[in-house]
């Protein structure tokens, strides 16, 4: 089981957190702090994954972002490597060519595709294709909404004239 | 910045655009407080249009670490609205914001309930998802039956959301598995990934939740799961679930593990298992991450399971494959495997063993740490010299941080496997040499039992330790050792006793000896411990080489000014035990008598299962049965013996209780107790804390009475020792605490008591706050936690500077009415983050009018220090004439920072 997900940038801002086993905000603050500084000093060619409180902690890195990945410690964490690609590619797919800026301005979108991978701290879904097509359905929905709140607030404008 | 002052107005973007332009932390703190100050007024406005857009923001202040609780009712708000925009962001932000410990997620469940019947599937998988994440075991009970419905709908999507959300709602509440068993079957027969994926994730929790559920499963899915697997891993291309050439390795992971859960102990299902795994096993490429992954959860499956011999054997051989590769991450899976594997097949790893050796040097810490807990289960009689050996010559270059975990290992080594003492006691001294500054206090301790023991080594030991020191002068636990070997055997050293055949003679004059305590003294300047011990054996080679005790006076002299009380204590009166008493000075400075090594063992084997700290009462000696055979000699030498044990265990300050102190406590015994030449068989902690208290009294009686000497056959002797350095025992802060304490083991003596123990611990310890300028404490001012007409109680605090959450509090119990308390029993209940343990009590009868009391010691260990108090609510129930009393109340008054 994924106990929580954490992207932190190489400077160590905290750009998403998604917590599946219960921390209080102190402990959430404190892990951060504690695996920002277990993790970014490793050098580039150690293994991806850090021994942390009988947990292991999988990373890994695109570009300036850190993504990282609190397992068990009978999890595979081959595995959960895959789960990380597998995380960023969709990402890259519905940004086109994600970047930290993406990121961090559309951090809920962030967070509703993630939604749609993780449950529970497991993997709900291993099409990629499968997870655009519920986010694309699903932002259409909201598109539709904000389109008929317009336009009725349009007519009201209109009649109140 | 221009910002409008009230920026309701800025939209998401903007406000992360001022953000991120502030320079300082000071200057976010404004913008945030801005923000929430205007989120908030919006919130209370209710302004609906911007609901959405403040939850957004609300949730990336939330990310920086800011309080954002003020916006929790608002998510609720926002997931009871009608429209799907509102309701997304809603859960979103509940599921950021709060999680599953906080009240407020009840109120929620109505909502959820509403949602996962509605007509829209988004707004099903919504609800479904929030649930998943953060719902608790109320919610889980209150809204099963809904996911259980949801799990038998047709929309693939929402069937994989209620699946997964069952695995959370099982691991909440374990007995609902039997309700959710015959649908996760039924799922694995879908054909839709995501489902299958999600069936077989709640069914590996259904058989950790219930073996109802486990046998249930064996009988029903074995067979698709089999078919499954064969599926996908023989399937032809399929670029929606490709990853790296293989068809969807997500799904092979989660089948395997379920095949283990399955196959684990039952023959049946793991014979059925047998080809598919063979075909995965040979078939999987291994030029790629991915393909990796399945053939680590595959061995792992094989291993798990009551495979045949062949596979088996095809599983080792994966595993050498993957110890060989390159690839840092995949050997890291092979020693985690390795661990695994150790119970299953020895030898397999066994011819590993070199590659593990490598493995223990690399550059990689995470390898590192692996791999030496694989060498240590590794080690067995037949290769445990050429292993050690390794280790010890790669200690030599170690990376500092990695030392203390190799130095722990190699010493527990070579202590499992000591029958070698030669062996043993050279091991040890290379750690020493070359990484003492990391050995830990026991395992000194450890080696100077077994040296103690090892008569026909002990001149080979002193001789390799004093030529050792030469060299490494710097590694802090070498010299303590080598000092103390020097001392104890420093004639040996120089006449070359019990030379062994391979030994290469040395020559060292009494003054080279006298040199190597005199740099230990001068090289530690800080040290309290090393340099006590060094001034216990320059007393003791004062008497070895009388011709040197001129110069050894001189050295301990340079003492009699130290600020710290403890050093300047020793040098005054070992400075006089060598002018003024030579003829006592041979038989006070004896060696010390052999230590005992079971007592010792045993004692350390109860301190390494310290989470059962089970409380030993040790059995009452009281003074009156000390023997001392050689009449005046050597009680004095113990309250000095005893004394160097104040300073030397760091640890006895922190606990009371003699079993959890036991390595110091051993030091007690090997200091304190040598002397008196007691039966062992557990009582020496007592016996020396009689000694200590002896001392104690002597040097309290002229300011408290005369009441306790009777007692005390050795106040002669002592007195002289005391009347040499009057000015420097200085009386002990709470009088009561001291009178209560020696009274309760005075009116002990003809009974038999339990608590003499602690309570004499305590008085050590009260002594070193007291008196020693070291710093070991931090002082806390008493209380009265307790006053009522009847009856006071007062709390003395004492702590160890470098753990401040743990506090040793002793109460004293004193009865203000004119009638005998009998039965007298203390409780005391603490919140969940504090720890608490009570040590037994000094009796159970409180004389009246105050005239004594009855004390009590307990340990309180604050989870939370710094950030909540201590806090307690007490219980006193006690008998008065018969007829039983209760009173209680709450202590609330501790002093700050405990």
Not at chain 2, 198 to 209: G, H, N, R, Y
């Amino acid at each position: 089981m994924i106990n929580f997900v954490l992207l932190i940038s190489r400077q160590g801002k905290v750009r998403l957190t998604k917590w599946y086993s219960p921390y209080t905000q102190k402990e959430r603050t404190k892990v951060i702090r504690e695996l920002s500084g277990l993790i970014l000093t490793r050098g580039p060619k150690l293994c991806n994954f850090v021994e942390w409180r009988g947990y292991k902690v999988v990373y890994r890195r695109y570009a300036s972002l850190y993504f990282c990945m609190c397992i068990d410690a009978d999890d595979n964490e081959l595995e959960v490597l895959e789960i990380i690609h597998h995380f960023v590619e969709i990402l890259d797919r519905y940004f086109g060519s994600v970047c930290e800026l993406d990121l961090i301005f559309n951090f809920h979108k962030a967070y509703y595709v993630l939604d749609e991978i993780l449950i529970a701290g497991e993997l709900q879904e291993s099409s990629k294709k499968n997870v655009a097509r519920l986010i694309a359905a699903q932002d259409s929905l909201v598109e539709a909404a904000k389109e008929e709140a317009s336009s009725i607030s349009n007519i009201i404008a209109q009649a109140t004239k | 910045m221009a910002l409008n002052p009230f920026s309701s107005g800025t939209r998401l973007r903007d406000m992360i655009r001022a953000i991120r332009a502030c320079k300082t932390a000071a200057e976010e703190r404004g913008v945030v407080r801005r923000e929430c100050a205007a989120i908030r007024a919006s919130f209370s406005d209710n302004e609906q249009e911007l609901r959405h857009r403040n939850m957004a923001k609300l949730m990336f202040i939330h990310m920086l670490g800011y309080p954002t609780h003020f916006g929790q009712m608002e998510c609720l708000k926002l997931i009871a609205a009608v429209g799907y925009p509102e309701k997304r962001i809603g859960y979103l932000g509940l599921m950021l914001l709060l999680d599953e410990r906080q009240e407020v997620l009840m109120l929620v469940t109505n909502s959820l309930k509403q949602d996962l019947n509605h007509s829209n599937q988004f707004i099903v998988g919504l609800a479904l998802c929030a649930l998943g994440n953060i719902c608790s075991a109320e919610m889980a009970r209150d809204l099963a039956p809904e996911v259980e419905r949801l799990m038998r709908s047709r929309d693939a999507n929402t069937k994989k959301k209620a699946a997964l959300c069952s695995t959370r709602i099982v691991r909440k509440v374990p007995d609902l598995a039997e309700n959710f068993m015959g649908l996760a079957a039924s799922l694995l027969k879908e054909k839709h990934h995501g489902v299958l994926i999600s069936a077989v994730q709640l069914c590996t929790e259904l058989c950790k939740a219930s073996k109802d559920a486990l046998e249930y499963l064996r009988k029903n899915c074995i067979e698709g799961l089999v078919r499954i697997l064969r599926d996908v891993s023989s399937s032809s291309y399929a670029p929606e679930y490709d990853v790296a050439g293989i068809s969807d390795p997500f799904l092979h992971i989660r089948v395997l593990k379920l095949m283990r859960m399955l196959g684990q102990g039952d023959a049946d299902c793991s014979e059925y298992m047998n080809d598919i795994l063979a075909q995965v096993a040979t078939k999987t490429e291994s030029n790629k991450n991915a393909g990796n992954a399945i053939l680590y959860e595959c061995v792992e499956t094989i291993m798990g399971i009551e495979a045949t011999s062949g596979l088996r054997v095809l599983a080792i051989n994966i595993l050498g494959r993957f110890l060989s590769n390159r690839d840092n991450n995949i050997r890291y899976v092979a020693l985690n495997i390795l661990m695994r594997a150790i119970a299953v097949d020895t030898q397999a790893v066994q011819r590993h063993r070199v590659t593990i050796l490598e493995c223990v040097k690399d550059a990689d810490a995470s390898i590192r740490k692996r791999a030496l807990e694989l060498v240590f289960l590794l080690v067995n009689d037949t290769n445990v010299k050429p292993l050690t050996k390794e280790l010890v010559d790669y200690l030599d270059v170690a990376d500092p941080d990695f030392k203390e975990d190799l130095t722990a290992k190699i010493c527990s080594i070579a202590e499992k496997f000591s029958q070698d003492k030669l062996w043993y006691l050279d091991q040890m001294f290379k750690v020493l040499s070359l990484a003492g500054k990391h050995v830990k206090d026991d395992v000194w301790h450890a080696l100077i039992v077994v040296i103690s023991n090892a008569s026909e080594l002990q001149g080979y030991s002193v001789r390799s330790l004093y030529t050792a020191l030469q060299t490494y002068s710097e590694q802090g636990s070498l010299v303590r050792v080598a000092v103390w070997c020097i001392g104890e055997y420093g004639e040996m050293l120089v006449n070359n006793v019990g030379m062994l055949e391979a030994e290469g003679s040395i020559t060292v004059t009494e003054s080279d000896a006298l040199d190597a305590v005199e740099l230990g003294l001068s090289l530690y300047p800080a040290d309290v411990t090393t340099r006590a011990m060094c001034l216990v054996a320059l007393l003791k080679l004062s008497s070895r080489f009388p011709s040197m005790s001129e110069r050894v006076k001189r050295i301990v002299s340079q003492n009699k000014e130290n600020m710290v009380l403890e050093l300047q204590q020793r040098s005054i009166e070992f400075g006089s035990i060598i002018q003024r008493h030579q003829s006592i000075r041979s038989s006070l400075l004896e060696r010390m008598p052999v230590l005992d090594e079971a007592t010792y063992l045993m004692k350390r084997a109860s301190t390494t299962q310290a989470s059962i700290p089970a409380y030993k009462p040790a059995s009452a000696v009281t003074p009156g049965d000390l023997k001392f055979p050689n009449g005046l000699a050597k009680p004095a030498v113990t309250p000095l013996a005893d004394l160097l044990d104040l300073s030397s265990d760091d640890a006895t300050a922190t606990t009371t209780a003699s079993t959890t102190t036991a390595p110091s406590d051993f030091l007690q015994d090997l200091l304190g107790i040598g002397g008196t030449n007691l039966p062992t068989a557990g009582a020496p902690s007592s016996a020396s804390t009689d000694i200590l208290m002896d001392l104690l009294s002597i040097g309290s009686s002229p300011s408290q009475n005369g009441q306790l000497v009777p007692d005390l056959s050795l106040a002669q002797a002592e007195k002289k020792h005391v009347s040499a350095a009057p000015q420097l025992v200085s009386p002990v802060p709470e009088p009561v605490d001291l009178l209560g304490s020696l009274s309760s083991s005075t009116s002990v003596s003809g009974t038999k008591s339990a608590t003499a123990v602690p309570q004499a611990v305590d008085l050590l310890d009260g002594l070193s706050s007291s008196t020693s300028v070291s710093g070991l404490e931090d002082a806390c001012p008493s209380i009265t936690a307790f006053q009522s007409a009847t009856l006071k109680i007062t709390f003395d605090f004492r702590k160890q500077l470098g753990k401040p959450q743990e506090s040793t509090i002793h109460a004293t119990f004193t009865n203000m009415s004119s009638s005998t308390y009998t039965e007298f029993i203390f409780q005391a209940a603490v919140p969940k983050f504090i720890q608490l343990r009570l040590d037994p009590a000094s009796g159970n009868i409180v004389p009246a009018n105050g005239k004594g009391s009855v004390t009590q010691g307990f340990s309180v260990t604050n989870n939370q220090h710094g950030q909540k108090p201590l806090a307690m609510r007490i219980r006193m129930s006690y008998k008065v004439n018969g007829e039983d009393r209760l009173e209680q109340g709450q202590v609330s008054n501790f002093p700050p920072g405990l």
